[in-house]
C-alpha cells in the first residue's frame, strides 16, 4: 500500500471517529447486505422462518433448521458481512454431517432484520436469540451450542458468558478490533480511536462452558497466530483445531471430513455431561 494511501485511511478513520462517533466507525465495521432472496429450500432443507424481538424492541429474523436425529442446537453467530442467506451451503454440509438443530439470524440491520448495527446492538440480538430458543418447548432447541464465526466469534462468546450453553465453539475468532486494526495498518495509531471493542480474548477467558477453537492457517484476514491467542488464553477444557490450507471464507469446504470430524467429536464429548441436566437458564 502507497504512503498516500495509507495518509488517506489515517485521515479517513480519524475524522470519521473523532467527529462522526459509533455511527460512522460502524461503517468500516459492519457490511450487512439487506437483500435476502434465498433460504434453506433452495439446498433441500426443511426450516421454520422465525421473527422475534429484542430488549429494545428490534425485529429480527431466522432460521430454525431442524434435524430429526438431533440432540442439540448450533447457535449460530455470523461474521459481519452479507446475511444468512450468504451462509446455506454452509448450514446444509453443518445439517447434513453433524446431525444437529440449526438456528441462524440476522443482526439488526442484516437481511431481514430491522434496525442498525452496531457493538451493543449484536449484545442484544444475540440474547433476544438464545432467549427465544429457551422459550421454545422442543428439548432440543434448548440445549445449545453456541458457534460464532470471525466477528460472530466475539458474539458468541460474550453469550456464553451470560447464558449457560454445553459448548462454545469459536471458528477464525480475533483477539479485537484494535488488534485487528493494528495488524492491517501496523504503522498507523489507529487502535487507540476506537471505541467499539469486541474483545474476544478477554470474554473467552471468562467463558465456564468448553471451548474449541478452529482457524485456517492460510488466513489473510484474520491472522492464524489471533486464533491461537485466544485459544491460549481460554480455561480448560478446550481443544484447538487447525484447519490445513484454508483462509478466512473457505474453512468449511477447504476442512473436508476431518474438518466435520473434530466439530461432531466436540460436539458428541459435550453432550453426556449435560444429557439429564435442567433446562439452561
Known amino acids: 500500500m502507497s504512503s498516500l494511501r495509507l495518509n488517506l485511511v489515517f485521515v479517513t478513520v480519524l475524522v470519521t471517529t473523532v467527529f462522526g462517533g459509533c455511527r460512522i ?27 422475534f424481538n429484542t430488549q429494545d424492541d428490534i425485529r429480527l429474523h431466522g432460521w430454525f ?5 438431533a440432540r442439540a442446537t448450533l447457535v449460530w453467530f455470523h461474521g459481519n458481512a452479507g446475511n444468512i442467506s450468504d451462509r446455506l ?49 422442543d428439548a432440543a432447541a434448548r440445549q445449545l451450542i453456541l458457534f460464532g464465526r470471525s466477528l460472530g466469534a466475539a458474539v458468541a462468546a460474550e453469550m456464553a458468558i451470560r447464558f449457560t450453553s454445553l459448548g462454545l465453539i469459536l471458528e477464525s475468532p480475533f483477539v479485537s478490533i484494535r488488534e485487528m486494526a493494528q495488524a492491517l495498518f501496523p504503522s498507523l495509531p489507529i487502535a487507540w480511536l476506537l471505541r467499539t471493542r469486541y474483545d474476544t480474548l478477554e470474554k473467552v477467558r471468562r ?16 491472522p492464524f497466530a489471533q486464533g491461537k491467542r485466544v485459544f491460549e488464553v481460554a480455561p480448560q477444557p478446550k481443544r484447538f483445531y487447525r484447519i490445513v490450507g484454508a483462509s478466512h471464507n473457505d ?12 466439530l461432531r467429536e466436540f460436539i458428541e ?10 433446562r439452561p437458564s
Not at 439470524?105 to 457493538?119: I, L, M, N
Not at 477453537?213 to 484474520?222: I, M, N
Not at 459435550?270 to 444429557?275: G, I, N, S, Y
Open 25 to 51: 466507525e460502524d461503517k468500516f465495521i459492519f457490511h450487512p447486505d439487506p437483500v435476502s432472496a434465498r433460504d434453506p429450500s433452495h439446498v433441500g432443507l426443511s426450516f421454520e422462518n422465525i421473527l
Open 65 to 69: 433448521i431442524p434435524h430429526q436425529e
Open 89 to 137: 451451503l454452509n448450514i446444509k454440509l453443518l445439517h447434513d454431517r453433524i446431525k444437529i438443530n440449526i438456528f441462524i439470524f440476522d443482526y439488526r440491520g442484516y437481511g431481514q432484520s430491522e434496525g442498525t448495527a452496531s457493538e451493543k446492538g449484536t449484545y442484544l440480538d444475540g440474547a433476544a436469540a438464545i432467549k427465544y430458543l429457551l422459550g421454545r418447548d
Open 207 to 222: 467463558v465456564k462452558a468448553p471451548i474449541m477453537v478452529l482457524h485456517g492457517d492460510h488466513d489473510a484476514t484474520v
Open 251 to 262: 474453512t468449511f469446504v477447504v476442512g473436508g471430513e476431518e474438518y466435520y470430524g473434530a
Open 269 to 278: 464429548s459435550a453432550l453426556p455431561a449435560h444429557r439429564d441436566t435442567d
